[in-house]
């Protein structure tokens, strides 16, 4: 894919991101054709988008989610240090045109892990952690309908996301079974939907040694601060405005948001 090419996909992405407008599919002259392609458009977006990079979400990290976008691994994107919101938390929904939750087992890096040529060992990632934390993501993507068909137009979209909303760090975590660990989401009281950590690629740190070593062989660090969400445990569920959602991680505590 050229650099026009690019650069244009990135632009329209950018612009709909701006004026809270949606898309219908990228245009044929610009719209990548493989995911490598999605994820140049999602590069130059990150570049050129004027706020920090606060993190990572991975997204299909399930089975069902990796069939649903007809992909054979996940699927990472960045998010914004404006988007990041702690629980419980209000985020203003005014403009966004659907919205979607997920339940995230999210990891805080307490040191950088930059771009190298070796490999990043499991023992290497998990000593730069310093906090699980229990979050939501929020999915909303700038196209009119969720791009289950083409992948590559939703990594170009920064893998759909929105915002974080991110509970309390646990600081102590190693100890948890987080594959095994349970999590119900509620939206105004009614169960809506449960897992576990085993959703996400059987473990979360499976996640997390996949996409650091994505990111490294891509030439992109991680920095000191920055946290990764490792993908849905229980599914990706719509939500209305004025509806409250809660993710009850049992003794790990919980995430709440509801859009005015």
Known sequence: ????????????????????RLLEPLPDTCRPRSLAEGYDVQNIFREAWPDTVAGWKIGATSPTTMERFNVGEPVYGPFFARDVY????????????HIAIESEFAYRLGADLPARTAPYTREEIVAAIDALIPA????????ANIPFDH???????CMLNWAMILGQPITDWRGIDVA?????????????????????????????????????AGGIGLKKGQILSTGTCTGIVPLKRGQTAVADFGTLGKVEV???
């Open 151 to 157: 992948v590559a137009s939703a990594a170009a979209d």
């Open 1 to 20: 894919m050229d650099r026009a090419r690019i650069e244009a996909a990135a632009e329209i992405i950018a612009g709909a991101r701006r004026e809270g």
């Open 180 to 216: 095994s660990h349970q999590v119900t989401l509620s939206i105004d009281g009614l169960v809506t939907g449960q897992g576990t950590g085993a959703e996400c690629l059987g473990d979360p740190r499976n996640v997390l040694d996949w996409v650091v070593e994505k990111l490294r």
């Open 86 to 97: 702690t629980s419980p938390a209000a985020p203003d929904g005014s403009r966004l045109r």
């Open 258 to 260: 509801r859009f005015g």
């Open 136 to 143: 939501f993501e929020i999915v909303s993507p700038r196209f």
